[in-house]
């Protein structure tokens, strides 16, 4: 059974930093392409990140770009998001995603 647990959500400055986790069970991360999304209040969810299978490439939002950053451990089967400089727009429900599993998804209130 495939199950994603976010963590690492909350309340941060403007210009703070924010790392989030995606703890994966029922598959081998290594091998599957995977990305966070997010929603804002009244808004469309939205892709923020992707990082490929194996080769680790990976690809951002513009909004985003230079700002977060995707990575994975295998070895701890956990898919993360670093997310600096974090902006009042930033604010969201963040969600890791592999195909059609979802997590429940972490709050990032970013405010002064």
């Known amino acids: 059974q495939v199950q994603l647990v976010e963590s690492g959500g909350g309340l941060v400055q403007p210009g703070g930093s924010l790392r989030l986790s995606c703890a994966a069970s029922g598959f081998i991360i290594s091998t599957a392409a995977m990305s966070w999304y997010r929603q804002a209040p009244g808004k469309e969810r939205e892709w923020v990140a992707i990082?490929?299978?194996?080769?680790?490439?990976?690809n951002y939002a513009d909004s985003v770009k230079g700002r977060f950053t995707i990575s994975r451990d295998n070895a701890k089967n956990t898919l993360y998001l670093q997310m600096n400089s974090l902006k009042p727009e930033d604010t969201a429900v963040y969600y890791c995603?592999?195909?059609?599993?979802w997590g429940q998804g972490t709050q990032v209130t970013v405010s002064s």
């Open positions: 995603n592999w195909g059609d599993n």
């Open positions: 990082i490929t299978s194996y080769s680790d490439n990976t």
